[in-house]
C-alpha cells in the first residue's frame, strides 16, 4: 500500500481512503500494522480534533434509530458525522453481523456523514480493540463529530470513556427505579443520561424515568470542574426529534466548559497515556508468547491449574519468577 497517498486521501476527506485505513490498523497481520503505525503517525495532527462522544445502552434502547437522527440532525447544521459502531462478535465462531449500518439508511447516504461497523472480536468493555485509532483517523479526515456506539450489553462498557470526550447514556422509559440508578459502574461515567422514546403515549413515562435518574445522578459525587448540573438527565425522542436539541446544547454546554477549564486537554492526555501504557502491555504479551520456551512454559503451568494441581496465583508466580529472575523474593 502507498501510505503517503493513503494519508493525504484521509487528510483531505476521502471516504474510500478513510475505509481502508480502518481496514489496516484493525488488521492483525504484523506487516499490517508495521504500516498501520506509519499511517498514524503520518496524519496525526493535534489542530484536528473532533468532538468524540461514546454511546451505549442496553439492546432495544434504540441507539441506531437514536444515533441516525442525532446525526442528521448535525449534518443538517453544517457538521460532519463518523459512526463507529462496535457490534458484538460471536464466541464460538468469531463472526458479526455488522448491520448497523443497514438501520441507519438515511444516515448512511448522506455525504457529510461516514458510519464503519466494526467486530469486537476478543475485546471486552464495549469497543473493539482499534476503535481508538479509527477515532484518530476520523478526525484526521476532519469530521467535527465522531460517535462511537458500543456493543450494547449493560453495566461493564466502561472502556469507550478512555477514548472519547462525553459519555452518553441512552436508557428506556420503565428502565429501573432511583435505586436502580444508584448503582455504580456505567452510572459513574456518563457525563448524560438520555430517556429515549419520549413520544406518544411514553412521553409521561420517559419523563418519570428521566426524574428517577436525576434524583439518582443527585446522590453521586460530582465531578470536579464540571458545571453543577452535570451530570445530568433529559428525555429524548429518536422518533419525533423531541428534545435533540437539548441534548446538543448539553453537550456543546460541557465540552465548551471542559475546554475553558483545561479538563479537555488533561483527560486527552489522560487518555493518550493509558493507550501507550496498554499498547505497551499487549506487545509484551505478544512477544511473551511467541517465544517457543515461554509458550510451552505457560501451557505446563496452565494445565497443571486445570488439573488441580497448583493454584492459579501460584502458577502465576511462578511464572513472573521464571521470566524475572532477577526479582525474585
Known sequence: MDMKAMAQGIRNGDRRALSRGITLVESSRADHRA????LLEAVTDPDRQAVRIGLSGTPGVGKSTFIEAFGLQRTGAGQRVAVLAVDPSSSRTGGSILGDKTRMDLLSRDPNAFIRPSPSQTELGGVARRTREAIALCEAAGFDVVIVETVGVGQSETMVAQMTDLFVLLLAPGGGDELQ?????????????LVNKADGAMVGPAQATRADYQGALRLMRRRDGDPDDFPKALAVSAVSGAGLDGAWEAMTTLADHRRKTGHWDRTRAAQNRHWFEDGVRQGLMRRLTADADTRAAMDRLGDAVGRGETAPAAAAAEMLARLFPEQRD
Open 35 to 38: 504500516d498501520a503505525i506509519a
Open 181 to 193: 440508578g444508584v448503582k455504580r459502574g456505567i452510572m459513574e461515567i456518563a457525563d448524560l443520561i
